[in-house]
């Protein structure tokens, strides 16, 4: 029982690897839209199933794609994958340069669940077809349509329908897709289900209709300078899924197209030819005086500097009047004004240092103008003077200090 089990380990081992080393082959036509969709699926079955059975795998996986043996894609090739729980898809446009030339691309499949990679190699071989390139080339920009639900095939089917029964067509193709954050567009805001848009190229191998045309005309070009909607006949014929910016429609004919074509060297290997030693070439090298551009940079800066330096000290050092000075300039009433001052806000500082000291000079006895007599202090010696005001009320002092009448002179009146 325990070889069994072995066994069939070893076989589910052996079909994880044959399907992680297996290689798709897809042939695309070249100018044509490829679209290669990434099956979550598909790679499901790669990663150890849930612990118990029956529960529905629905791990989370992403995917990562590049070029084999380089870091990134083609150019031409896109890839948006939106959530870890949807499908990736693969798409662009070949051109001619790339006919015959298999491009292999590196699918590596991430599980963030267990933490497992599967990998497995796409191998994309550009056929050459006698449609390309079509001359009459049309792109449309739809504003309700993110470029992954334009991805699938029977929304696009619908879309090239649409076109074909107002273009007429014998052939049509759907020649690239691109999202218009690619163009230099903002991601809308998550309201009233805005949509990023998307542009649509299509080419087909007769002229633009008159419809398409209406867009060329003169009152319809004023209609979008102003930021107004064109009138389009047949834009009836798309409202109903598709909504269409026709100010943003491009039509171009290929066939009066002026082709610039640069003469460019065929470049070469990178690698330099063996020439032996290198010699650099020392005989045309002359000698450069380098004492001028000293002066400018540091002799003359420092000069500047040491002339201010002795101008400053001059005037700070040498031009001082000194105090006597001052004060024989100074007129008597001022110093007497200033001496008075110090004196009190020294006397303030000492009486906030300690308070039980004698009492300020403003505080002693002062004498009555009338009759001369000196009047006593407001307060005993043994009054507290922490709660005691500097400066007295005009009311207590009338009920503490009399001041004595004089008598007219005349008769007394009863």
Sequence with gaps: MYAAAVAAWLATVVTILSRSHADRNVYPSAGVLFVHVLEREYFKGEFPPYPKSGDASNDPITFNTNLMGYPDRPGWLR???????????????PTAEHVGKPTIIEITAYNRRTFETARHNLVINIM????FPLPYQAEFYIKNMNVEEMLASEVLGDFLGAVKNVWQPERLNAINITSALDRGGRVPLPINNLKEGVYVMVGADVPFSSCLREVESPHNQLRCSQEMEPVISCDKKFRAQFHIDWCKISLVDITKVVMVHS?????????????????????????????????????VPSAVALVLFFILGYSMCCRREGVEKRNMQTPDIQLVHHSSIQKSTKELRNMSKNREISWPLSTLPVFNPVSGEVVPPIHPDNYETTSMPLMQT?????????????RPSGKWYS
């Design 79 to 93: 890839y948006i994958q939106r959530t870890p729980h949807s499908d990736g898809v693969l798409y662009g446009s």
């Design 394 to 406: 005009q009311t207590n002092l009338q009920n503490q200090i009399t001041i004595p009448q004089q």
């Design 263 to 299: 003469n460019r060297p065929d470049p070469g290997t990178g690698i330099l030819p063996e020439f032996g030693e290198y010699n650099p070439p020392s005989e045309s090298l002359k000698g450069r005086d380098y004492f001028s551009d000293f002066l400018v940079t540091l002799a």
């Design 128 to 131: 050459s077809t006698e449609e």
